[in-house]
């Protein structure tokens, strides 16, 4: 099984960065697809981002285009987003999670459990 884990969240002024990164640990297939999920409070868990084995095709919801970009360093597992310009509705919970098909990804079918994520909190 495949354990992830989550980190990098906090508290920032909309305007503001961070950059989140996963770790994953277990045993993982010989090639996977990455992606980024949020959930704010009250709403469901949405797709933010993915990222294809080999970096060469990443997928964006629209709301953080522009703003948010996916990466991995597949040596050491792991995957990053990076998240500018954020702003107060980017508030939320966010999780890593894969597949070994990135569009199953990009539509929410993920393999592992979800884990605690990791909290970001963007202030007007």
């Known amino acids: 099984q495949v354990r992830l884990a989550e980190s990098g969240g906090g508290l920032v002024q909309a305007g503001g960065s961070l950059s989140l990164s996963c770790a994953a640990s277990?045993?993982?297939?010989?090639?996977?697809?990455m992606g980024w999920f949020r959930q704010a409070p009250g709403k469901e868990r949405e797709f933010v981002a993915a990222?294809?084995?080999?970096?060469?095709?990443?997928y964006y919801t629209d709301s953080v285009k522009g703003r948010f970009t996916i990466s991995r360093d597949k040596a050491k597992s792991l995957v990053y987003l990076q998240m500018n310009s954020l702003k107060p509705e980017d508030t939320a919970v966010y999780y890593c999670?894969?597949?070994?098909?990135?569009?199953?990804?990009?539509?929410?079918?993920?393999?592992?459990?979800w884990g605690q994520g990791t909290q970001v909190t963007v202030s007007s």
């Open positions: 990222i294809s084995w080999s970096s060469d095709t990443t």
């Open positions: 999670n894969w597949h070994g098909e990135f569009y199953k990804l990009v539509r929410m079918r993920v393999l592992s459990p």
């Open positions: 277990g045993r993982t297939p010989n090639s996977y697809a």
